[in-house]
Nanobody
Framework: VQLVESGGGLVRVGDSLRLSCAASGDPFLLYAILWFRQAPGKEREIVAGISPSGGNTIYADSAKGRFTISRDNALSTGTLQMNNLKSEDTAEYFC?????????????????WGKGTLVTVSS
């Protein structure tokens, strides 16, 4: 599956931003969709993930209560709604996909990655 992210940009602390991940190729319903981010000088980290049905989700502690992951299987699109953004959310955000194999999917290697979209939160 091929993934293309969009929606990044420059925002201020407290603002909201909505990232999208458009998928093509293999059937979207086979895949869990995850969002990762990598800040300058830091390792890549998981932000959130969602199962094919949407019934299982996972969030990093830093994202809980502020970010919401969702998907539209009819449009083969994943979304990350980010509210109350903080300066520490500044990073390159990547969409990734992995064939769904239950909750341990979150810790498995991802099959596909997008090229990323940059989110910059200024104070």
């Amino acid at each position: 599956v091929q993934l293309v992210e969009s929606g990044g940009g420059l925002v201020r602390v407290g603002d909201s931003l909505r990232l999208s991940c458009a998928a093509s190729g293999d059937p979207f319903l086979l895949y869990a969709i995850l969002w990762f981010r990598q800040a300058p000088g830091k390792e890549r980290e998981i932000v959130a993930g969602i199962s094919p049905s949407g019934g299982n989700t996972i969030y990093a502690d830093s994202a809980k209560g502020r970010f919401t992951i969702s998907r539209d299987n009819a449009l083969s699109t994943g979304t990350l709604q980010m509210n109350n953004l903080k300066s520490e959310d500044t990073a390159e955000y990547f969409c990734a996909a992995s064939p769904w194999r239950g909750p341990n999917t979150w810790s498995r290697d991802m099959e596909s990655w997008g090229k990323g979209t940059l989110v910059t939160v200024s104070s």
